[in-house]
């Protein structure tokens, strides 16, 4: 019954590689976000889809492109991994777009690159 | 440009202590205010949140937040730490006129708890 899910938990993988992180929500929400945390616990947002329209595309390398298929999933795709890619990444969802709304997240997939 | 401060990366109280994270936002409007706690490695779970509402704000597990508008703050509190309560603890401002929910968070404080 988890609400906000990602896959994988983890991710070890060598520079100039292309992977990919998947996030579900099953909270029936239109919103959902990625969040970078970097190793100093810094959180910030990198993209926002609604109902599957980007809303926000934050200074993110063109490397990183999001992919909603459908309102409960997000997926990130990175290409060319770098190592100042290595961060915890975190999918978030809310009811809506208003800034007002609560934003669950999920439990992070920490990407390391090598 | 909005921004959030959190005063103190780090904060150590005893068990049964009063908890005190200290969050200034900056805001050209209205802002909407957040607060969120990170346990050890899991995901952020929402505490509490002011919506122009009371400036009083009760949250779960015992904390509250108190928006003032002169002092641009919304310190939070609990009243008696416990040793369950140690984790990282982040503030964030989220832009009431652009309607977008983007999030800018503060850098964090992480509490300590101590028996």
């Known amino acids: 019954d988890t609400a906000v899910s990602q896959t994988p938990k983890y991710l070890v993988t060598q520079m100039g590689n292309d992977k990919s992180i998947k996030c579900e929500q099953n909270?029936?929400?239109?919103?959902m976000y990625w969040y970078k945390q970097d190793s100093k616990k810094f959180l910030k947002i990198m993209f926002s889809?609604?109902?599957?329209?980007?809303?926000i595309n934050e200074t993110v390398p063109n490397r990183f492109s999001p992919k909603s298929p459908d309102k409960a999933h997000l997926n990130l795709h990175i290409n060319s991994l770098e190592l100042g890619d290595s961060a915890v990444y975190f999918c978030?969802?809310?009811?809506?777009?208003?800034?007002?709304?609560?934003?669950?997240f999920g439990p992070g997939t920490r990407l390391t690159v090598l | 440009a909005q921004s959030v401060t959190q005063l103190g990366s780090h904060v150590s109280v005893s068990e049964g202590a009063l908890v005190l994270l200290r969050c200034n936002y900056s805001?050209?409007?209205?802002?909407?205010l957040f607060w969120y706690v990170q346990y050890p490695n899991q995901g952020l779970q929402l505490l509490l949140k002011?919506?122009?509402?009371?400036?009083l704000v009760k949250g779960i597990n015992g904390f509250e937040a108190e928006f003032k508008k002169s002092e641009t703050s919304f310190h939070l509190t609990k009243p008696s730490a416990h040793m369950s309560d140690a984790a990282e603890y982040f503030c964030?401002?989220?832009?009431?006129?652009?309607?977008?929910?983007?999030?800018?968070f503060g850098q964090g404080t992480t509490l300590q708890v101590k028996p």
């Open positions: 978030a969802s809310s009811l809506g777009q208003g800034s007002y709304n609560e934003q669950f």
């Open positions: 805001s050209s409007v209205p802002p909407y």
């Open positions: 889809y609604n109902n599957k329209e980007l809303i």
């Open positions: 909270l029936g929400h239109d919103t």
């Open positions: 002011y919506t122009s509402a009371a400036t």
């Open positions: 964030a401002v989220s832009d009431g006129s652009s309607n977008t929910g983007k999030l800018i």
